[in-house]
């Protein structure tokens, strides 16, 4: 793991009431590279990351413990599973775009993944 994510996991989300702009495409990018396996989509308003498991169970365990982690954080995904795939969207719905906190809960989440394979 980078020592830019590091960073990122050591942060928590913050709330977001919403009034404040979604990042730039540019700020978005540069906050990519911190979790390089992650796309931008939707004109820098989401980022996607697909995760693949050897099995329904693994990827439904997978699952459980990245919405443990959203509770923990107050950040909730988009996420879409089945049999050995989990596809995880990230965006900040209060401001219809990108915050800091959608690359923080991705970088834990690439944590995550690393410790179920």
């Known amino acids: 793991?980078?020592?830019?994510?590091?960073?990122?996991?050591?942060?928590?989300?913050?709330?977001?009431?919403?009034?404040i702009p979604p990042l730039k495409p540019d700020e978005a990018e540069t906050h990519r590279h911190q979790t390089p396996d992650w796309a931008l989509l939707d004109?820098?308003?989401?980022?996607?990351?697909?995760?693949?498991?050897?099995s329904f169970a693994d990827a439904?365990?997978?699952?459980?413990?990245?919405?443990?982690?959203?509770?923990?954080?107050?950040?909730?995904?988009?996420?879409?599973?089945?049999?050995?795939y989990a596809t995880i969207s990230l965006q900040t719905h209060k401001i219809n775009g990108l915050h800091e906190n959608d690359f923080i809960l991705a970088a834990k989440i690439?944590?995550?993944a690393m410790t179920e394979h």
Do not use: N, Y
């Open 43 to 54: 004109d820098a308003h989401r980022i996607e990351r697909r995760f693949a498991f050897d």
């Open 1 to 19: 793991m980078s020592a830019q994510a590091e960073q990122l996991i050591a942060k928590s989300c913050t709330p977001c009431r919403g009034g």
């Open 110 to 112: 690439d944590q995550t």
């Open 60 to 84: 439904f365990k997978f699952v459980q413990r990245v919405a443990e982690l959203a509770e923990t954080e107050g950040h909730h995904p988009d996420i879409t599973f089945g049999w050995g």
